[in-house]
């Protein structure tokens, strides 16, 4: 698990942290004033990149959270099998087959260039490029 720690007071609304040993996104996030001898406790809400799960954590808002490190490529669709699509990586040519996103079942063509992203061993398609 590729993983960098950060404190809660620097974490915004649309960037990643790991929770429940997943990558989520964060949906929101709000701060409540410390007490008389109580710190500062945030609480997050935040939706799994992969599973679509959502999330919430309290904690003060200096404790420490693992931000997972989120690599964006983009790759070419060499073939389109059933519910899956066959990429080839631009970057480094090799071939990956990834389950197409509801989302996106009509806009996938052979041929076609996809944004996908690798975090913490998991890939999954994001959006399609323009062009071809």
């Known amino acids: 698990m590729a993983t960098k720690v950060a ?9 990643y942290l790991v929770l429940g040993g997943e990558a989520s996104k964060i949906t929101s996030i709000s701060t409540s ?4 001898h109580g710190a500062a406790k945030a609480r997050i809400e935040a939706v799994g990149i ?13 404790a420490k959270v693992d931000i997972p490190i989120i690599d964006k490529r983009v790759g070419q669709v060499l073939a389109i099998m059933g519910e899956e699509v066959q990429l080839m990586d631009l970057e480094t040519y090799e071939t990956i087959d990834l389950p197409i996103p509801e989302d996106l079942k009509g806009d996938i063509a052979e041929g076609k260039e996809v944004e996908y992203i ?10 399609t490029k323009g062009g071809n």
């Open 7 to 15: 404190e809660i007071k620097t974490l915004k609304q649309g960037k």
């Open 33 to 36: 004033s410390p007490g008389k």
């Open 118 to 127: 690798e975090a913490m061993g998991n890939m999954k398609i994001m959006r």
């Open 50 to 62: 992969f599973d679509n799960q959502k999330r919430s954590l309290v904690k003060p808002v200096n």
